[in-house]
Nanobody, 127 residues
Framework: QVQLVESGGGLVQAGGSLRLSCAIL????????MGWFRQAPGKEREFVAI????????DYADSVNGRFTISRDNAQNTVTLQMNSLKPEDTAVYYC????????????????????WGQGTQVTVSS
């Protein structure tokens, strides 16, 4: 049984930065992509960023491209999301996921049908 533990959420002013981390416990996520998703109040969960197993391929939602950076450390079995220039519309619960069938190119929702999820961490951006 794999367990994903997110950390790093909090309250920040618009224009600020936060760094989210996710530790995968129980087994490695070898050969699969990892990613971050978010869900704002009253909205469906949406894709934010994804990274391939070796870290050489990434994809981002248009709304965060150029502001957020995803990275992973396979030795530590962690994935990180650096969020800069935060906006109030970035306010959401952020979830990390592993077991994503992503190797390159653009993300599509078929990639997460077997994904495993963390419990989420709240990010609130004040205006």
């Amino acid at each position: 049984q794999v367990q994903l533990v997110e950390s790093g959420g909090g309250l920040v002013q618009a224009g600020g930065s936060l760094r989210l981390s996710c530790a995968i416990l129980g087994r490695t996520s070898s050969n699969y992509g990892m990613g971050w998703f978010r869900q704002a109040p009253g909205k469906e969960r949406e894709f934010v960023a994804i990274i391939s197993w070796r870290g050489g391929d990434t994809d981002y939602a248009d709304s965060v491209n150029g502001r957020f950076t995803i990275s992973r450390d396979n030795a530590q079995n962690t994935v990180t999301l650096q969020m800069n220039s935060l906006k109030p519309e970035d306010t959401a619960v952020y979830y990390c996921a592993t077991g994503i069938r992503y190797w390159r190119g653009r993300y599509n929702s078929n990639m997460i049908t077997s994904a495993e999820w963390g419990q989420g961490t709240q990010v609130t951006v004040s205006s």
